[in-house]
């Protein structure tokens, strides 16, 4: 099995909190708009706002791949963009992949109040390709794809 690189920070690996959810069934173009809204953002501040995306109390900024996602009205003047979703299943992948890092992070004896997400990526990983037949002896392609999640985690 092949080994998984993080990115290179200029941080001392003692101070920060890893982790990576592999081949996880989530689409990559979800996944793109739910890291990007939540880097930079304190863990615990980030799990609030997820939680209330789950509870569909707030939207979800769409800033790419938001072709047919319509202007929300629970959409924060912060993100200075109008159009969002609730992205449920790749929340629930980030939330996995966010305590798995802190937990990690604690492990290694940081403070869990002070926590940051430094970096956090989602990737392309594997497209399992399948066929699906269908009238007159045709066939239509039916793809799952899965994507790669990580996360880093470090005292702000």
């Known amino acids: 099995m092949a080994n998984w690189t993080y990115p290179q920070l200029s941080i001392d690996d003692s101070k920060l909190g890893k982790a990576v959810v592999k081949d996880a069934p989530v689409s990559t173009r979800d996944l793109y708009n739910v890291c990007k809204a939540i880097r930079g953002m304190k863990v615990k501040e980030a799990r609030d706002f997820l939680d209330r995306v789950l509870k569909h109390q707030e939207s979800l900024p769409f800033w790419r791949y938001s072709h047919g996602s319509s202007h929300r009205s629970n959409i924060s003047s912060k993100w200075r963009i109008k159009n969002g979703r ?58 799952r794809r899965t994507s790669h999640i990580e996360v880093i985690v470090g005292e702000a």
């Open 86 to 143: 609730y992205p449920v299943k790749a929340i629930k992948y980030v939330l996995r992949a966010l305590d798995n890092a802190e937990a990690n992070a604690v492990s290694k004896g940081l403070d869990p109040d002070s926590l940051k997400v430094i970096h956090i990526a989602a990737h392309k990983s594997l497209t399992l390709k399948r066929f699906m037949p269908r009238a007159f002896g045709r066939a239509t392609a039916k793809y």
